[in-house]
């Protein structure tokens, strides 16, 4: 067997402390601290941070730069259960109540609805009235989304303004109607006192009036018959 050769013992300097003022110095952690192993020596001597300062200037220390944790797989997998991929039954963990409550969904389309009222309202696209209306009928689920009820809106002007171009005409009607019905009492008034002229003419004396004489035998001749009866 070969003979045993013993090696000179060697003494690793110790770099504690420069590590830590380094740290200091770079303001990051101890694991973040790149001493140049090719320079042990010189490091060994500096114990102040001053000194330490001096080598990061020279570039015996350095700070390890940020390692890269990359996020492009994340990324991936997020895009992919935006369009559907990995949310089936087996991926799930709570139920559907759970997951998405009907009462966020709720709050989400009663804020959307009302915001949406507001802005017509203040716009001058609705009048108090209506808007209160379109209120009850949104807290009542009556729309479903947007789109429902700027449709409803729409409608429900488009019958505003018709029912006031009905009342309007019918306004016109009844006024033109009442001129033509004044127009023609005008005309037969006219027309009566025109025949009226004819038939009394000024020139004519008017009828005598009855003799007493007369009226005295009518009397008698009512009496007669009263006392026959």
């Not at 947007?146 to 005409?169: N, P």
Request: charged share 40%; hydrophobic share 30%; net charge positive.
């Amino acid at each position: 067997p070969q003979p045993l050769v013993l090696l000179p013992r060697t003494s690793m300097v110790s770099l504690r402390l420069q590590k830590r003022l380094a740290a200091s110095v770079l303001k990051c952690g101890k694991g973040k601290v790149w001493l140049d192993p090719n320079e042990v020596n010189e490091i060994s001597m500096a114990n102040s941070r001053q000194n330490i300062r001096k080598l990061v200037k020279d570039g015996y220390v350095i700070r390890k730069p940020v390692q890269i944790h990359s996020r492009s797989r994340v990324h991936r997998k997020m895009d992919a259960k935006r369009k559907g991929r990995h949310m089936g039954t087996g991926k799930r963990k709570g139920t559907a109540e759970a997951r998405m409550p009907t009462k966020v969904l709720w709050m989400r389309r009663q804020r959307v609805l009302r915001r949406l009222l507001d802005k017509y309202r203040e716009s001058k696209k609705i009048d108090k009235h209506l808007y209160h209306t379109l209120y009850l009928k949104c807290k009542g689920n009556v729309f479903k989304n947007k789109r429902t009820l700027i449709e409803f809106i729409h409608k429900a002007k488009a019958e505003k303004a018709r029912e006031k171009a009905l009342s309007d005409q019918a306004e016109a009607r009844r006024i033109k109607a009442r001129a033509a019905r004044e127009r023609r009492a005008v005309r037969n008034e006219e027309k009566r006192g025109g025949t009226a002229e004819k038939e009394t003419p000024k020139d004519e004396a008017p009828a005598a009036a009855p003799a007493e004489g007369e009226k005295k035998e009518k009397k008698k001749k009512a009496g007669k018959k009263e006392g026959a009866k």
